[in-house]
């Protein structure tokens, strides 16, 4: 039983092209993180989400886009793919602020 | 503003000896300070967090963390490293009424046969 899954695992892809990666969690949290992992494994949260509503957005250019269908999942729309977007994406979620955090395996993105 | 510093990038030790993984946070508010473990290829894992109550914290895998306000520091240990303990390792601040966590630029701990 997989906790916090995300799809795809892998994703390369040339500049300017749009893509989409998927979260799903089946704990019943209610709250649901993105978080950018750059090549330094420096992690920086780029959303959060409480019961489907935008809690924070960490200054991230609008081509980076959160859609949010029901509590159980947390999609990232990227539009116009740059070099600098290369990095692992992880999905997370919690039961609540200070609740304990279930990271996804990750998404590895290569933009060419 | 929160900051959460890991002064040390690398942290070599051999198998069976005692380790200290350093954190340092700045808030002006009230915080949780929770320590992660990310293997590699993988996502993170917690391993313990303070919220309140006993300054001393002990978490999964044998590690425990001491909370101390006055020098603002979270430091992680563990008395005797396995080899599977070789991971990055990341100290987390979440400061009270947002849904902002900050963490810091890790910790990796590598065990030596």
Known sequence: DTAVSQTPKYLVTQMGNDKSIKCEQNLGHDTMYWYKQDSKKFLKIMFSYNNKELIINETVPNRFSPKSPDKAHLNLHINSLELGDSAVYFCASSAGPVETQYFGPGTRLLVL | ?113
């Open chain 2, 1 to 113: 503003a929160q900051s959460v510093t890991q002064l040390d990038s690398q942290v070599p030790v051999f198998e069976e000896a005692p380790v200290e993984l350093r954190c340092n946070y700045s808030s002006s508010v009230s915080v949780y300070l929770f320590w992660y473990v990310q293997y590699p290829n993988q996502g993170l894992q917690l391993l313990l967090k303070y919220l309140s109550g006993s300054t001393l914290v002990k978490g999964i895998n044998g590690f425990e963390a001491e909370f101390n306000k006055s020098q603002t520091s979270f430091h992680l240990r563990k008395p005797s490293v396995h080899i599977s303990d070789t991971a990055e390792y990341f100290c987390a601040v979440y400061t009270s009424g947002t849904y902002k966590y900050i963490f810091g630029t890790g910790t990796r701990l590598k065990v030596l046969a």
